[in-house]
C-alpha cells in the first residue's frame, strides 16, 4: 500500500482497510441477545427480542418471521435527531434502513424452525460516522445468534434456526477512487456510494449502489465488489471470534 493512498484518507487507512472493529456480546442484559457494535466511531446497540406470536398472515402455518426496527438517537450526530415516536412513526429513511436489515438477517435464518413466534431485531444508532446500516446488520446477526443460543438454554427453542452467516459493509468512489468502508467525511463527498451485503459464502443478498453526477462503471463496480468481499470477509471473522469467545487482534 503507497503512502500516497494512506494519506489519500482522513484516519490514514488504505484503500481497502477496514476501519477498527469491535463487536462487544452481552451489553445489555434485558433481552435474550445484545452486542454492541463499533465501526470506527460508529456504533450501535443491537438486541434480539422475542414474541410468542406472528404477524396476521403467518398465523396456523407453524412457521414463524423476523423482522428489524432502526433509529438514530438523539446525541448520535453533531445536530439532534429528533426521537422518531414523536412523529409517530418512523422516517422513511429509517423504514428502508429497518427493511433492509431484516431482509438480510431472514436470508440465513429458517423461519419454520423458529415456529410461530416473532424475532425482533432493534438497531439503535449511538454515535454516527458512516455505514450505519450495514454495522447494523454486522452486529445484528451476532445478536441474533447469541439470543438463539438463550433461547435455547433456557428450552423455549428446539433446534437452530441459524443456517447460515452474513455480514455488509460499504464502499465507494471517493475523488475518483475505489475505498472500503467510508466514514462520513468520505461518504458526504462520496461521487459513488455502494453497500453490499453477502453471505459466508460470497452470496450476494444485496447490493445498494448510487453515482452522484458521474455514472458508475462496470470496472469500477467490480472494483468496489471486490472491496466489499475482502472487508465481509474480515467482519465475518470478527463475527465468528466474538461468537467464539475469542478477542480479535484488531
Known sequence: MSDHIQASRADGRGEDELRPVRITPGFTRNTPGSVLV???ETRVLCTLSVEERVPAFLVGTAKGWLTAEYSM???????????????????????????????SLRAVVDLQAVGERTLYVDCDVLQADGGTRTASITGG??????GIRSLQSEGRLEGDPVIGQI????AGIVAERPLLDLCYQEDSRAETDMN?????????????????????TRGQAERLLDLAWKGISELLHHQQDTLSGHTPTS
Open 167 to 170: 455480514a455488509a459493509v460499504s
Open 196 to 216: 453490499v451485503v453477502m453471505t459466508a459464502d460470497e452470496g450476494i443478498v444485496e447490493v445498494q449502489a448510487t453515482a452522484e453526477g458521474v455514472p458508475l
Open 141 to 146: 446477526y451476532v445478536a441474533l445468534v447469541t
Open 38 to 40: 463499533e465501526m470506527g
Open 73 to 103: 438517537l438523539p446525541g448520535s450526530s453533531p445536530q439532534r435527531v429528533s426521537r422518531e415516536l414523536s412523529g409517530g412513526r418512523p422516517n422513511s429513511r429509517s423504514r428502508e434502513i429497518q427493511r433492509l436489515i431484516g431482509r
